[in-house]
C-alpha cells in the first residue's frame, strides 16, 4: 500500500471536517424535503434547516439573516456581486475598481465587463502584497459604481485592509465588494464595522463541502440593488433561483459554527506551524518570502526560490508533499502566476514558487517531514543545475 502525501494545499480545498459530515447526512435520506414546499412536514425540515444556517452566517459577519443569498460557491457569488452591479447601476457609472492580485473569479467578470464597455481600473500591489490607499483614492472618478479587493488572497495569505477600504468608499457612495472565500471562520469579519456591501463566501475553503456558497447583500445604509444573474423561479429573494441544496448549506454552517468556534486557537496553532516551516528553509540563500509577514493568513507561506526550475521544484517535492505553486484554479495554464509578477517576481522566479497550506489537520511531525524534504530537493536541484552548468 502506498503512503499518500503530506497534503498542505488548504487554500485550493479543505477535507470535510467529520462533524460536518455527520450534520450533514440525514438531509441526504430522512430530511430531504425541499425548503420552497411550505405545505409540508419534509418542506418545513429543510426550511428550518437553511434558515438555521442563514443565522450562523449572519452572525458570523454581523449581518443579518435576510442579506444571505445562497450560491454555488464563491466564483458564483463573485460574478452575482459583480454583474449584478453593474448591470443594477449601469445608469449611474460605468467603472469599476479592482486589483491584479485578485482571483480569477474577480478578474474575469471584469473583463467581460470591459467588453461590453466598462472601464476596469486595476491597482497595482506594493511589494508586501497591499495596496495603496493612496493609489485607491486617486482612483477614484465620479462615475465609480464598485470597488472589488480580496479580503485574503489565495496565493500569498495577505489581508487586505478591508475597514479602511470600506470608510473610503462609503464616503464616496461608491459598493465594496470583498471576496472572503480564504477569510471566512479564519480571521474576524464584521460587514458593519468594515462597512462592506458585498461579500462572496465558501464552504470548501474552511472544511465544509464543495458546491456551497453565499453572498451577502446589504440591504441598509446603502441597500444594495443587483440584476441576478441566473433566472427561473425566483429564490433568494430574486437574486439567485434555483432548488437549494439543503444537505450543502446544513454543511456549510457547521462548518462556520467549528471554524469561529476553533479560530483563536487555531490561528495561533497554525501560525506556530508557519513558523516552525518558515525557519529551516529561511536559512538557505535565495529564498524570497512572498507577501506581508504579519497581515497574512496563519497558515499561508508562499515562498519563491532562486537557482531551481520550478517544474522540477513542484515534481520533486511531489512524492512527499501536496502542495501548489499557484492558484488551483488557473493550475491549468502555463503562465507564471499573475500574483507573484505583480509582486514584481520575474517569470522565471515566479515559477520557482511554492504555496504551502498547513491546516486543521497538519501536525509538527509533518511539518519537519515536509521542511527536511523541501530542502534537500532544494540543494539537490540547485546542486544537478551546478553540475550541468560546469560540465
Known amino acids: 500500500m502506498s503512503i499518500r502525501p503530506i497534503y498542505l494545499d488548504c487554500h485550493a480545498t479543505t477535507p470535510v471536517d467529520e462533524r460536518v459530515v455527520a450534520a450533514m447526512l440525514p438531509y441526504f435520506t430522512e430530511h430531504f424535503g425541499n425548503p420552497a414546499s411550505i405545505s409540508h412536514l419534509y418542506g418545513w425540515e429543510a426550511e428550518a434547516a437553511v434558515k438555521q444556517t442563514r443565522e450562523i452566517l449572519a452572525a458570523a459577519i454581523n449581518a443579518t439573516p435576510q442579506e444571505i443569498v445562497f450560491t454555488s460557491g464563491a466564483t458564483e457569488a463573485n460574478n452575482l456581486a459583480i454583474k449584478g452591479v453593474a448591470e443594477a447601476y449601469f445608469q449611474k457609472g460605468q467603472h469599476i475598481i479592482t486589483v491584479a492580485t485578485e482571483h480569477s473569479a474577480v478578474l474575469d467578470p471584469c473583463n467581460y465587463l470591459k467588453n461590453l464597455g466598462f472601464e476596469i481600473t486595476i491597482l497595482p500591489i506594493q511589494k508586501d502584497g497591499l495596496i495603496d490607499l493612496i493609489e485607491l483614492k486617486k482612483a477614484f472618478r465620479p462615475e465609480t459604481i464598485l470597488v472589488s479587493v480580496m479580503a485574503a488572497n489565495n496565493e500569498i495569505g495577505v489581508l487586505q485592509p478591508l475597514a479602511e477600504i470600506g470608510e473610503m468608499c462609503h464616503q464616496r457612495q461608491i459598493i465594496f465588494h470583498t471576496d472572503a472565500a480564504q477569510a471566512i471562520?479564519?480571521?474576524?469579519?464584521?460587514?458593519?464595522?468594515?462597512?462592506?456591501?458585498?461579500?462572496?463566501?465558501?464552504?470548501?475553503?474552511?472544511?465544509?463541502?464543495?458546491?456551497?456558497?453565499?453572498?451577502?447583500?446589504?440591504?441598509?445604509?446603502?441597500?444594495?440593488?443587483?440584476?441576478?444573474?441566473?433566472?427561473?423561479?425566483?429564490?433568494?429573494?430574486?437574486?439567485?433561483?434555483?432548488?437549494?441544496?439543503?444537505?450543502?448549506?446544513?454543511?456549510?454552517?457547521?462548518?462556520?459554527?467549528?471554524?469561529?468556534?476553533?479560530?483563536?486557537?487555531?490561528?495561533?496553532?497554525l501560525t506556530q506551524l508557519r513558523q516552525n516551516l518558515w525557519e529551516p528553509l529561511s536559512k538557505l540563500s535565495g529564498i524570497h518570502f512572498n507577501g506581508h509577514p504579519q497581515a497574512r493568513l496563519a497558515g499561508n507561506l508562499n515562498i519563491s526560490v532562486e537557482g531551481v526550475d520550478g517544474a522540477a521544484l513542484l515534481l520533486g517535492l511531489q512524492p512527499v508533499?501536496?502542495?501548489?505553486?499557484?492558484?488551483?484554479?488557473?493550475?491549468?495554464?502555463?503562465?507564471?502566476?499573475?500574483?507573484?509578477?505583480?509582486?514584481?517576481?520575474?517569470?522565471?522566479?515566479?515559477?520557482?514558487?511554492?504555496?504551502?497550506?498547513?491546516?486543521?489537520?497538519?501536525?509538527?511531525?509533518?511539518?519537519?517531514?515536509?521542511?527536511?524534504?523541501?530542502?534537500?530537493?532544494?540543494?539537490?536541484?540547485?546542486?544537478?543545475?551546478?553540475?550541468?552548468?560546469?560540465?
Open 185 to 269: 471562520g479564519k480571521i474576524p469579519l464584521d460587514v458593519q464595522a468594515m462597512k462592506i456591501d458585498l461579500m462572496s463566501l465558501t464552504a470548501h475553503k474552511v472544511y465544509g463541502p464543495k458546491g456551497i456558497g453565499a453572498l451577502y447583500v446589504r440591504r441598509r445604509n446603502p441597500r444594495v440593488q443587483l440584476a441576478p444573474q441566473q433566472h427561473g423561479g425566483g429564490h433568494e429573494r430574486g437574486m439567485r433561483s434555483g432548488t437549494l441544496y439543503t444537505p450543502q448549506i446544513v454543511g456549510f454552517g457547521k462548518a462556520i459554527e467549528i471554524g469561529l468556534a476553533e479560530q483563536a486557537t487555531e490561528t495561533q496553532r
Open 321 to 391: 508533499m501536496a502542495v501548489s505553486s499557484g492558484s488551483a484554479c488557473s493550475s491549468a495554464t502555463t503562465a507564471p502566476s499573475h500574483v507573484l509578477t505583480a509582486l514584481g517576481h520575474s517569470q522565471k522566479l515566479a515559477y520557482a514558487s511554492i504555496r504551502f497550506g498547513i491546516g486543521r489537520f497538519n501536525t509538527q511531525q509533518e511539518i519537519d517531514i515536509v521542511a527536511k524534504h523541501a530542502i534537500a530537493t532544494i540543494q539537490g536541484l540547485r546542486n544537478s543545475a551546478f553540475v550541468s552548468v560546469g560540465s
